[in-house]
T-cell receptor, first 111, second 114 residues
Framework: DQQVKQNSPSLSVQEGRISILNCDYT??????FLWYKKYPAEGPTFLIS?????DKNEDGRFTVFLNKSAKHLSLHIVPSQPGDSAVYFCAAWVPGNMLTFGGGTRLMVKP | DSGVTQTPKHLITATGQRVTLRCSPR?????VYWYQQSLDQGLQFLIQYYNGEERAKGNILERFSAQQFPDLHSELNLSSLELGDSALYFCASSVDRGLNYGYTFGSGTRLTVV
């Protein structure tokens, strides 16, 4: 049973445009959500997070939106840059447990 | 360099064999987590240790085992290997049992079973 799902395995956008990566979850106990970025031959690195008590968190070009009623979160990257090309993992956390990851979305930003 | 060290980076072995993957957590981190990433799959949680004790178990096969030593490094042992065990194995560490400071991942061990 996949509690965290990223339904788009890949996404291609033009440099300078907006990238929107989506994530759905089923467990209403999730209290904290994170996005990780992974380049080839490297481990995932933390990108941005959001607490369940918020609906938006912004950090530079990256914004995460949380819609609790829809059990949906999204990551917006504006403007997208070629260096943003990577696999993005959505993750969710229940206090006291480990992170549960989605399947990842491969983002390709074309120059 | 994330501070989490995994060795070896690559491992090729035959079916039926046994291998050991090693992880040294970031300095000061007490929790170690092992994740498996198969081809085009997400990160599947295997097991967590906190300060030497097993804390949580995920979808870890009985052929797999792990431990965390007094110096906090951890080893993941995979035995009776099958072709389907070929994957990237990541170790992550965190300061405590929760998420206060996030997880830091190592660069992974790529296991190929032939």
């Amino acid at each position: 049973d996949q509690q965290v799902k990223q339904n788009s395995p890949s996404l291609s956008v033009q440099e300078g445009r907006i990238s929107i990566l989506n994530c759905d979850y089923t467990n209403s106990m999730f209290d904290y959500f994170l996005w990780y970025k992974k380049y080839p031959a490297e481990g995932p690195t933390f990108l941005i997070s959001i607490s369940s008590i918020k609906d938006k968190n912004e950090d530079g070009r990256f914004t995460v939106f949380l819609n609790k009623s829809a059990k949906h979160l999204s990551l917006h990257i504006v403007p997208s840059q070629p260096g943003d090309s990577a696999v993005y993992f959505c993750a969710a956390w229940v206090p006291g447990n480990m992170l549960t990851f989605g399947g990842g979305t491969r983002l390709m930003v074309k120059p | 360099d994330s501070g989490v060290t995994q060795t070896p980076k690559h491992l090729i072995t035959a079916t039926g064999q046994r291998v050991t993957l090693r992880c040294s957590p970031r300095s000061g981190d007490l929790s170690v987590y092992w994740y498996q990433q198969s081809l085009d799959q997400g990160l599947q949680f295997l097991i967590q240790y906190y300060n030497g004790e097993e804390r949580a178990k995920g979808n870890i096969l009985e052929r797999f085992s792990a431990q965390q030593f007094p110096d906090l490094h951890s080893e993941l042992n995979l035995s009776s290997l099958e072709l389907g065990d070929s994957a990237l194995y990541f170790c992550a560490s965190s300061v405590d049992r929760g998420l206060n400071y996030g997880y830091t991942f190592g660069s992974g061990t790529r296991l190929t079973v032939v």
